[in-house]
């Protein structure tokens, strides 16, 4: 007979494997210029590809893809990379006010823990303030059931550097329009908002509606560095929720940028061949996991396994 001990670790670790991951990620990633050219740079693809099959969700920005080649290899990468899950893109409208620079805003998702259940693309109309924003906002609505909020919506900006301030401050109206238009509270915003440095400066702070709204929780701290240059130190990518809910959703401290120099050991150099951002990411807590085709609560995986050692507790007593 097995050792008490001995048993415990064999279930605890049986557990684990149950439960399978124990955090839903979403990420936001300025590519700097991606497009056709920077797809044919293996390397560089190769980060790429690690990067984004780390999340759940991952927002990707300056997708420039003018011939529609770039994006279906970099997500036929991902694929490939990772086949323990099933990935899909939904991809904005080629946006921006020059004929010839247009951006694409594009949420990359795993489709066993996430589907899209709606895409609106603002149209940035609003009376008095018509044209905004030179990237109008891309906006998702998503369902990840295994998650503690399970629907949410994610607001995607990346602000033109020069009118960030006014920017950012215009998101406040994209959320009170996909707030009333599918009548919920639950929403994210998140993207290169150039919000640090010398594009929002401290004096214009106190009249960005996005920052005095007390129901509106910025992530990403004003001291955190999402820039790769080891010569600068700003916080421009940013992660904002709205709503209680939503902050209680978050694991406590998750938001970061990920340093993707550091974990893979590249010169400063080799990371600018890959961005001049580093993706920023959250956690939200999870409540439910897939597991044996199905869907297992912790809960109950957690009463399964009281149930197990009182079993055994019997069985070593008893000597049956």
Known sequence: ???LPLFLLSVFTSMKHVQGGSEFR????????????????????????????????CLLQEVRDSREKA???????????????????????????????????VFVYRTDTATVT?????????????????????????????????????????????????????????????KKMWRTQNIMLLGDFNADCGYLAKKNRDRVRLITDTNLFWLIPDDTDTTVRASTSCAYDRIVVHGNTFQRSVVPFSAKPFNFQKEFRLTEDQALEVSDHYPVEVLLS???????????????????????????AVFHTTGW
Request: with cysteine; net charge positive; proline share 3%.
């Open 1 to 3: 007979m097995r050792s």
């Open 26 to 57: 979403i990420c936001a990633f300025n590519l700097h210029n991606y497009g056709e050219s920077k797809s044919k740079k293996n390397d560089v693809m190769q980060i790429f590809t690690k990067i984004i099959s780390r999340c759940d969700v």
């Open 286 to 312: 999870v409540t439910n996991t897939k597991a044996f085709g199905g869907t297992v609560s912790w809960t109950k995986a957690q009463q399964s396994f009281s149930l197990i050692l009182f079993s055994h």
């Open 71 to 105: 994006l279906p290899e970099l997500i036929d990468r991902v694929k490939r990379f990772d086949s323990k899950h099933k990935y899909e893109a939904v991809a904005s409208e080629r946006l921006g006010r020059s004929d010839t620079y247009k951006e694409q805003y």
């Open 118 to 178: 709606a895409q609106y693309q603002y149209p940035d109309d609003l009376a008095g303030d018509e044209d905004a924003f030179s990237r109008e906002p891309f906006i998702v609505r998503m369902k990840a059931p295994q998650t503690k909020i399970e629907e949410f919506v994610l607001i995607a900006q990346h602000t033109t550097p020069s009118n960030a301030t006014k920017e950012i401050d215009a998101l406040y109206d994209v959320l009170k329009r996909v």
